[in-house]
């Protein structure tokens, strides 16, 4: 099972379609509940400034930030943070996570998929989104690409990772023993489905 923090950041991710920095650097100033909105921050050039984003909450997002808020330790301001020996410093330290690169090959081997990693989940949004008649500004807005050209390539190479997660999807639903009631379930329905599974685990 993944621990509580591990498991509301996949949330996050899945939920924002943010990148996984833009997630491990969230602090509570960057979230607004009154507006229902989280702020992003990226760097679009290689040591530039961190440019920010406004992202709306989901229901979910909003739900899994607002009992993340209840319980957080009011002397840290990071949403996802962790303890860790500094080998630089020769300490304990705790602070922001910088990667998260073993998480997802633990999480997929206890489900029993594939492996894959983070971005998938940004693709698999925006491929939703686009299918769903969403303007495409509108998507490269909220995935904080500079380039409206970025955001095409982007939505034309979607289709074979959305193979790949029908795949597993396929897997986990059957290692689960979840039977669907039809064959014609819609893509975002199997989408949610896969990604529910992997947060579970």
Known sequence: M???????SLWAIRETMGRVSEINRL???????EERCVLLYTRKKRGGDLTPRKVPMTD???EVLSEKF?????GKSWIFWHKYWSRKEGRLKEGPYKDRKKIMKILCKKAGVKYFRFHP????GASLMDGNNVPIGTIQRILGHENRKTTEIYLHSIGELERQAMTIYEQSRKKSHTNPHTEKKSQKKRIRRRHLTLIKY
């Open 2 to 8: 993944a621990d509580d923090t591990t498991r509301d």
């Open 27 to 33: 602090t509570w100033n960057d979230v607004n509940f």
């Open 60 to 62: 979910k997002l909003f």
């Open 70 to 74: 209840a319980k957080r330790d009011k």
């Open 121 to 124: 989940l940004r693709h698999a």
